[in-house]
């Protein structure tokens, strides 16, 4: 079993920052991924961003160049740098990893960008 906490959502003005983290505790023995996805209200959940235990990174095209997501293996642990917030990032964020073959989902944390 494993268990995401998950931190760092609230509210922003536009132009500003968050930095969310979600922190893998349980018998983790490999964790192959981790990533963030974000559901807005009425829309589908959607791929934000994902890093797979080698290193290598992928975003969806609509936060290119103003999130960032990094890992600290040592402490299970997975970021997601978010700069230039704009209204339409307004959503749940929720932290997945994924372990040897089975998907972990955090409980989501608030993110709401407005003036």
């Known amino acids: 079993q494993v268990q995401l906490v998950e931190s760092g959502g609230g509210l922003v003005q536009p132009g500003g920052s968050l930095r969310l983290s979600c922190v893998a505790s349980g018998s983790i023995l490999s964790i192959n991924a981790m990533g963030w996805y974000r559901q807005a209200p009425g829309k589908q959940r959607e791929l934000v961003a994902r890093?797979?235990?080698?290193?290598?990174?992928s975003y969806a095209d609509s936060v290119k160049g103003r999130f960032t997501i990094s890992r600290d293996n040592a402490k299970n642990t997975v970021y997601l740098q978010m700069n230039s917030l704009k209204p339409e990032d307004t959503a749940v964020y929720y932290c997945?990893?994924?372990?040897?073959?089975?998907?972990?989902w955090g409980q989501g944390t608030q993110v709401t960008v407005s003036s």
């Open positions: 997945n990893v994924l372990v040897t073959f089975l998907n972990y």
């Open positions: 890093i797979t235990s080698g290193g290598s990174t």
